[in-house]
């Protein structure tokens, strides 16, 4: 049972265009939300996070969007760069669990010239 | 400053043999973390050590054995090594427990080491 869902394996964006990663989960105890961002041969690097008390975070060019009534999130990137493809993982916990993550099968971004 | 440091970077084994995959962090924190990461899988928890002395299993745990030797340091045993076991492993840490909404929550990110890339033949 996937609780948290990446439904778009891959995507591709012009450089300088607008990337939307989304994201879907299914257990309403989940109140904190991660991105993390995967170069191939490394591991996953943090990049941003929200609270189920936001509906929006924003760190320069990366903002993440929640809306708990659809259990939905997104992360935007704008503008696009080159160095900004990579795999993105949507990942989430819920009070009680202590500090696990429960991780979606992410998404591969290609930022194209 | 190393962050998460995860050894050995690639290993082959034989089914049936046994290894100890190592991790130590310099951060100071309190929780550990083992994952394995397989194609369209993403992350799944093996184990995870909250704090030290103490250590509790994950999603898919079969197979493996924990040891939280100190504060820096966790490690993952694979007693008798079998092919579903080929995967990418990565060692996580963080620094403390998160305390919940109600109590107000630390923001607590996981930080992750450079994997460990294991093949069972």
């Known amino acids: 049972d996937q609780q948290v869902k990446q439904n778009s394996p891959s995507l591709s964006v012009q450089e300088g265009r607008i990337s939307i990663l989304n994201c879907d989960y299914t257990?309403?105890?989940?109140?904190?939300f991660l991105w993390y961002k995967k170069y191939p041969a490394e591991g996953p690097t943090f990049l941003i996070s929200?609270?189920?008390?936001?509906d929006k975070n924003e760190d320069g060019r990366f903002t993440v969007f929640l809306n708990k009534s659809a259990k939905h999130l997104s992360l935007h990137i704008v503008p696009s760069q080159p160095g900004d493809s990579a795999v993105y993982f949507c990942?989430?916990?819920?009070?009680?669990?202590?500090?696990?993550?429960?991780f979606g099968t992410g998404t591969r971004l290609q930022v194209t010239l | 400053n190393a962050g998460v440091t995860q050894t050995p970077k690639f290993q082959v084994l034989k089914t049936g043999q046994s290894m100890t995959l190592q991790c130590a962090q310099d951060?100071?924190?309190?929780?550990m973390y083992w994952y394995r990461q397989d194609p369209g899988m993403g992350l799944r928890l093996i184990y995870y050590?909250?704090?030290?002395?103490?250590?509790d299993k994950g999603e898919v745990p079969n197979g493996y054995n924990v040891s939280r030797l100190n504060k820096r340091e966790f490690s993952l045993r694979l007693e008798s090594a079998a092919p579903s076991q080929t995967s990418v492993y990565f060692c996580?840490?963080?620094?403390?427990?998160?305390?919940?909404?109600?109590?107000?929550?630390?923001?607590?990110?996981?930080?992750f080491g450079a994997g460990t890339r294991l093949s069972v033949l």
């Open positions: 951060m100071n924190h309190n929780s």
């Open positions: 050590s909250a704090s030290e002395g103490t250590t």
């Open positions: 257990n309403s105890m989940f109140d904190y």
């Open positions: 996580a840490s963080s620094e403390a427990l998160r305390t919940g909404l109600a109590g107000g929550w630390t923001k607590n990110i996981q930080y």
């Open positions: 990942a989430a916990s819920g009070t009680g669990t202590a500090s696990k993550l429960t």
């Open positions: 929200i609270s189920s008390i936001k």
